[in-house]
């Protein structure tokens, strides 16, 4: 009984360990923001890696994802229920679930992962001691901007995936289901409301902060080389996907009853 | 000037560094000689408050280091320049962008003005020319001299080298090491060489720190040193330890 309670035990202090370091850099990329003239380069850089370096990787995923929605909505769906209505779940379901969400796990690993493997070998590589040693603060020139970045770019990436998602929704309907442009057009403005897409960019934006936040923490607490490198950067994915997945359930139920 | 007075730092239950008592006075090359863990790098690092010391104080001129607010520890550090042990140029940056690096973040120099001075930098390194090279094109030596040009670039009064020549064949680290001392002179600077590399400490320093066990165990002229007949000093100096 011993061993099982100093193992869950320590897995416990562990956890509050590493959600106090978290929390720190936060607060320090926070009080960060008070030199954003300073820094105005990285960020413009964070923001197109970010935003722009994901758009081919969203737009690909996002075509087949509202492809196959359509294509199980319509299976689902019985006879007597009209066709119109694939429309709206189809839009309802990418931009208040699948866009910000399915969208989010796949950027823990392009954008989450690249961050923590970068500032990781930054550091293991005494980049970051470099930083430092030069009058930079590692977490104003590495952390604060990715934060900003992801915080800003998530919603833009979603409206986008949710657009091009859609968008093949309505080629896989009116194509293999001889639903009319007209009647997904229809089914989309009759569910259509302005907090569905209030809800959807709420998620992005934190989404997009806590990849970036857990990214650049990863990195940041790099040690022991190459192997450290590689543990971060898979650290990141299977957290950021954990917090992404409880932070669905928390924002769900709280916007939408809220709304 | 800068000071070690009783200097203490332990990482958990490792004491690396046990009572340090160091002076290196205006203009003075020390080297700071040693073997593997012998506490060199943690020293270096306390002047950069990179670490701050669990006892003891740690004075850059007139300023003790541990208690100087952010604000005065990123002011302290634009004038002194780092030399690390893998050189850490910034893989993403160009020759020309690591060594201009300090003059972009904190002086408002043109952008011809830096061109001027990194071009300044590279020759004083004797690497002209090779400001448009990214630092995967360059060979260990080019990284450190590359690295020793961001250092001096926006003229420092002191200048610190982690194992300046460390991973470098012979005859490169006979070349930094004169590149080091001619820097001394021309540049008129206060520098610390940490180093296990016992000829360069002989070579270039005005006085040697020998550590041994995360203390000072003796310090003096590279030929008192030589002369030393404890026996630590002498199996240490011999290569023995």
């Given amino acids: 009984m011993k061993p099982i309670i100093l193992f869950y035990g320590r897995i416990g202090t562990n956890f509050f360990v590493h959600f106090y370091r978290v929390c720190y850099y936060l607060g320090a990329a926070v009080g960060q923001l008070r030199y954003l003239h300073f820094y105005r380069r990285q960020i413009i850089e964070q923001m197109y890696r970010v935003g722009i370096g994901s758009i081919p990787l969203i737009a690909a995923l996002s075509l087949f994802t509202g492809l196959a929605t359509t294509i199980q909505t319509a299976y689902q769906i019985s006879s007597y229920i009209p066709k119109y209505i694939v429309g709206s779940i189809v839009f309802q379901s990418e931009m208040l679930e699948l866009g910000p969400t399915l969208m989010a796990l796949v950027l823990a690993g392009r954008v989450g992962a690249g961050i923590a493997s970068e500032i990781g070998t930054m550091k293991v590589s005494e980049q970051v001691d470099a930083l430092t040693s030069m009058g930079v603060d590692p977490i104003g020139y590495l952390v604060m901007p990715r934060i900003l970045a992801g915080v800003a770019m998530f919603p833009i990436i979603i409206i986008f995936a949710v657009v091009v998602a859609v968008g093949g929704g309505h080629y896989a309907a009116t194509t293999m289901m001889g639903v009319s442009t007209a009647d997904f057009v229809r089914g989309m403005k009759e569910v259509f409301r302005a907090k569905d897409v209030w809800v959807g960019l709420t998620k992005a934006t934190v989404y997009g902060g806590i990849i970036t936040l857990l990214g650049s923490y990863m990195g940041m607490e790099t040690d022991q080389g190459a192997k450290g490198v590689g543990r971060a950067a898979t650290s990141t994915v299977v957290s950021s996907s954990s917090f992404i997945l409880i932070m669905d359930y928390v924002l769900t139920r709280t916007l939408l009853k809220f709304s | ?241």
């Fill in chain 2, 1 to 241: 000037m800068i000071e070690f007075k009783d200097v203490y730092k332990s990482f958990g239950d490792k004491h690396v560094l046990r009572g340090i008592n160091l002076a290196v006075n205006e203009g003075e090359l020390v080297s700071i000689l040693g073997p593997s863990g012998s506490g060199k790098s943690v020293t270096l690092k306390h002047i950069i408050g990179i670490l701050q010391p669990d006892r003891g104080e740690v004075w850059v001129d007139d300023q003790l280091v541990p208690k100087l607010s952010r604000d005065e520890l990123q002011e302290l550090r634009k004038h002194i320049g780092v030399l690390f042990q893998s050189a850490a140029l910034f893989d993403s940056m160009s020759v020309k962008d690591n060594v201009a690096f300090m003059l972009r973040m904190h002086t408002k120099m043109s952008e011809a003005e830096i061109s001027q001075r990194v071009a300044e930098c590279l020759e004083q390194v004797e690497l002209g020319g090779v400001e448009e090279l990214e630092p995967d094109e360059l060979s260990g030596g080019m990284r450190k001299r590359v690295g020793l040009a961001r250092a001096i670039a926006m003229k420092p009064k002191y200048i610190l080298y982690d194992e300046p020549t460390t991973g470098l064949d012979p005859k490169t680290a006979i070349i930094i090491g004169d590149l080091i001392a001619r820097l001394q002179k021309t540049l008129n600077i206060t520098s610390i060489v940490v180093t296990h590399d016992v000829k360069l400490a002989c070579d270039i320093s005005d006085r040697i720190a020998l550590f041994h066990d995360g203390k000072v165990a003796a310090v003096g002229s590279p030929d008192e040193i030589s002369k030393d007949d404890n026996d630590m000093i002498r199996k240490f100096m011999e290569g023995q330890l």
